[in-house]
């Protein structure tokens, strides 16, 4: 997915600008980039995460930071920040965005005259070509709808200009923009988590396709938000960070109500309920609660040197650093039954390993409650899930093998909770990850957690939908 913050200030922003950046490290995994403006001149760094953090790689460069205004971000794609020079004038932009029809957008820039610069893994970088659509506007906010009208997917922005900063929502608002305050300053983040340690009460959040100018002491509305929203629902199951709030809806507080509401219609004999960590312990407390049994750390995260964001993007060595990560407490393991609470099942290796090191460890019954539905489409917006074939997906690969290798078939009654054909992707999935019973969260009561109207929400990982043009 990928996360950014910015910064403007009547003083110096470095300080700012770095930790806020680092707040959205549990955002992205391959790159970090910041870029301050001062005197008219650009100073940009960017570096290499997938085997290291943000904080150990910048900490070295922030003495040639130095400005009054900043822009930073955790890029889940390319090398980011890029610096334009056109008639708009000289900006950096850094963006959040997933862009399905590159090749087309590269082919009309080239056909127009354009050039690219900057390379990743020899493909044209993403933030440049969208730099490119906006200098073909005749303003930033003309350039920027350039943006909303060419690609096919999703794109938050965030331009650092000499004016100040213009923050840009996804047209359909699926990546959240939120706008911080304090005394002479300015703050906007993918996460505002980032703002309380920093002094910034969150103040405003960007609409979808709204576009904001942000300055030391003022915002000013560049264009009005759209009508219609969907904004991600996977951001409150799993991408959030606990204290964060979307749309005003607390993260933690919808995983706990999403818990509450499963344990109500559960009537499994367990002795105590445990969080896989991180994304699963609001479910689990809130798991808990409705039970009406003990909640107990059953698995720890070791956090010295394991944090969420280190995360590789090679699939063996994420899975053996997922194990890696999370240790068991056999003690409160041994000869017990649990209920443990997770925020999805994907591929399914990384939980199929956990539930056999439970069993190593003594746990005489493992139950998993997983806090959304089970997920049959790859996410064509935010990276997520971003399979090269839905085959990955161990919901459709169980499809496949339940229809004789047509993985399509019923779709939709498969996804349908207490279908006879959802009955049996479930058992059969149980079945395969070891476990000794498996329940999903319904569609419904996920939805209901959140409490936005449905179709504000993005659920095309569990039903197709969400798919606005």
């Known amino acids: 997915m990928g996360g950014f913050f910015g910064t403007i200030s009547n003083q110096e922003c470095t300080t700012d600008l770095f930790y806020g950046t680092d707040y959205n490290s549990h955002l992205g995994t391959k790159r970090g980039g910041m870029v301050t403006l001062k005197d008219n001149e650009l100073k940009r760094s960017i570096h290499n995460l997938e085997n290291s953090y943000f904080r150990t790689k910048f900490e070295s460069d922030l003495t040639k930071f130095a400005g009054k205004s900043g822009i930073g971000v955790i890029s889940d794609t390319d090398p980011q920040p890029i610096v334009m020079n056109c008639h708009l004038g000289r900006f950096a932009i850094v963006t959040v965005a997933r862009v399905n029809n590159i090749r087309e957008i590269e082919e009309g820039l080239l056909e127009r005259g354009r050039h690219f610069t900057e390379l990743s893994s020899g493909k044209v970088n ?3 070509l969208i730099a490119l659509l906006i200098s073909e506007g005749k303003d930033f906010v003309n350039g920027i709808e350039n943006v909303f009208n060419a690609i096919n997917g999703s794109c938050s922005m965030l ?15 699926r990546t959240p923009v939120v706008i911080g305050k304090k005394e002479g ?22 609409g979808p396709g709204e576009v904001v100018l942000l300055t030391a002491d003022e915002l000013v509305q560049l264009r009005k938000p759209n009508k ?7 951001l409150w199951i799993y991408f959030g960070y606990p204290v964060s709030e979307y749309e005003g809806i607390n993260v933690d507080t919808v995983r706990y109500n999403s818990g509450l509401a499963m ?20 479910q689990a407390l809130g798991y808990s609660q409705g039970m009406r049994i003990p909640y107990k750390r059953a698995i720890v995260k070791y956090t010295p040197t394991w944090p969420r964001s280190f995360t590789p993007s090679n699939q063996a060595t994420r899975d053996l650093v997922a194990k ?40 005489k019954e493992v139950h998993m409650r997983i806090g959304c539905p089970p997920i049959l489409y790859s996410c064509p917006f935010l990276n997520f899930s971003a399979s090269k074939s839905v085959l990955e997906l161990i919901a459709r690969r169980t499809i496949a093998e339940l229809e004789g290798g047509n993985d399509e078939k019923d779709l939709e009654l498969y996804g349908k909770t207490n279908s006879e054909q959802y009955k049996n992707m479930v ?10 019973s498996l329940q999903f969260n319904t569609l419904e009561d996920m939805v209901a957690a959140i409490g936005l109207p449905k179709e504000q929400l993005c659920t095309h990982c569990y039903d197709g939908t ?3 043009k």
């Not at 058992?427 to 000794?436: A, F, G, H, P, V």
């Open 263 to 282: 344990a109500m219609k559960d009537n499994t004999k367990a002795d105590f309920v445990s969080g896989i960590p991180d994304s699963g312990i609001g």
């Open 228 to 234: 219609r929203m969907q904004v991600c629902s996977f």
């Open 324 to 363: 890696m990560k999370l240790i068991p407490n056999k003690k409160l393991l041994e000869g017990q039954r649990v209920i443990f609470c997770d925020d999805s099942i994907v591929r399914g290796t990384q939980l199929r390993d956990n539930v056999n090191i439970l069993y190593r460890y003594g746990a």
């Open 466 to 468: 969400g798919c606005f």
């Open 126 to 128: 993403q933030t440049e």
């Open 185 to 206: 300053a300015h703050a906007v983040s993918s996460e505002p988590c980032s703002f309380p340690n920093l002094g910034y009460e969150p103040s405003y959040n960007v």
């Open 427 to 436: 058992e059969s999935i149980r079945k395969k990850l070891n476990i000794t």
């Open 159 to 173: 331009l650092l200009t000499e004016k100040g900063i213009i923050a840009a929502r996804d047209k359909f608002g």
